[in-house]
């Protein structure tokens, strides 16, 4: 049956690939970079972000030659912020420790800061035809449909199950182009909702599609607490249009993005609060809410609610900086967003 199985799925991958930039081409640092940017992210999505990043950055040495401000303005959008910093200390041990050359082996690439074991298999296979199966959701779906595998795909002994499958049905010959046939068969065939079984060259061999049970498959056991935040945004009006934006420097969301002052509270405070705080940073001659309903901004564990305060002041401030600049910096995409709308 794995014979079988790898012989459906290439063929199948032969006829219905899509047309990817780092596709075909060979290149680590293209691969790495796809890999990196498209986690969390549908091809979709992230391809416009790629396309932008790879322009400013076509190897290695120019993304390790960067400014890191840089870096994260261009990643603006994608979330998952510490895959930019990440990605960029990488390009630097790459370029300045190794000569420009990722190293060609799973063993040696997994060392490297923000590689795991995925983007690792993926690079080792694709790059360097080395026999190393990839593991995502895309694999997890179709191994657990396919073979009707019942383990919680979020236990820790699932991970150790589903390679090993991986690897017994892998083909030895072309594992590189196995894995991408593997993570395109989950993206556009055996997809999550609404699957095309009838048009599915696995619907002979497909334990949830003979059972019925396509839908409850993969098992993941809910474990997720998403935690509730409260965000209030400053937005000073100071003399000479000038404002003040501030460098989010703590481990915690949106690390080394740039705001305006934040109060982030238990709850949404009233607006005698808002004005204490704002007084604290300049003396305040106007306050006003420019959102009366407060802005969603959701993450994999977090709720946000953020609102945004006009607050107009007459005192001139050291630190502040020109409104025209603000754009130059790299902002969460919830501040982003709604500067699209709002005029100073």
């Given at each position: 049956m ?13 006829q219905?690939?899509r ?9 680590p ?10 986690q969390?992210?549908?091809?979709s ?107 919680p ?60 049970v ?9 474990k ?6 409260f965000?209030?945004?400053l ?6 249009h ?21 109060i ?31 802005v ?19 005192e001139?401030?050291?630190?502040s ?7 130059e ?16």
């Amino acid at each position: 049956m794995a014979q079988n199985f790898s012989h459906i799925l290439i063929r199948w991958y032969d006829q219905h690939k899509r047309t990817l930039p780092w596709r075909d081409v060979g290149d680590p640092y293209l691969v790495w970079l796809s890999e990196i940017m498209l986690q969390q992210t549908q091809v979709s999505q992230g391809l416009p972000y790629y396309e932008k990043f790879v322009r400013a950055f076509p190897d290695v040495f120019s993304l390790a030659g960067a400014d890191e401000q840089e870096v994260l303005k261009l990643w603006q959008g994608l979330g998952y912020y510490s895959r930019a910093r990440n990605l960029h200390h990488t390009a630097r041990v790459v370029a300045h420790e190794m000569n420009g050359r990722f190293p060609a082996s799973y063993k040696e690439l997994i060392r490297l800061k923000g590689i795991g074991d995925y983007t690792a298999s993926a690079i080792a296979s694709i790059c360097f035809d080395e026999a190393v199966p990839t593991v995502d959701g895309n694999v997890y779906r179709v191994l657990s449909r396919v073979f009707g595998i019942k383990t919680p795909i979020n236990e820790h002994k699932a991970k150790t199950e589903f390679k090993t499958l991986a690897q017994s049905l892998m083909s030895a010959h072309s594992p590189g182009t196995f894995n991408q046939a593997m993570m395109e068969f989950g993206a556009l065939q055996c997809t999550p909702k609404n699957p095309d079984c009838e048009g599915c060259p696995m619907i002979q061999m497909c334990f949830a599609f003979e059972h019925g049970v396509i839908d409850q498959l993969p098992v993941k056991l809910k474990k997720l607490t998403v935690k509730k935040r409260f965000f209030d945004y400053l937005i000073f009006k100071l003399p000479n249009h000038k404002t003040l934006l501030y460098k989010r420097e703590h481990k915690d969301i949106w690390r080394h993005l740039y705001q305006f002052p934040l109060i982030e509270s238990q709850t949404f405070p009233d607006v005698e609060t808002i004005h204490q705080k704002a007084q604290a940073i300049a003396q305040v001659s106007q306050l006003k809410l420019l959102t009366p309903q407060p802005v969603k901004h959701k993450l994999t564990h977090q709720d946000i609610s953020i609102r945004f305060w006009e607050v107009v002041s007459d005192e001139v401030i050291e630190d502040s900086i020109d409104w025209s600049s603000v754009g130059e910096y790299p902002l969460p995409i919830a501040i982003h967003k709604f500067l699209t709308t709002y005029q100073y």
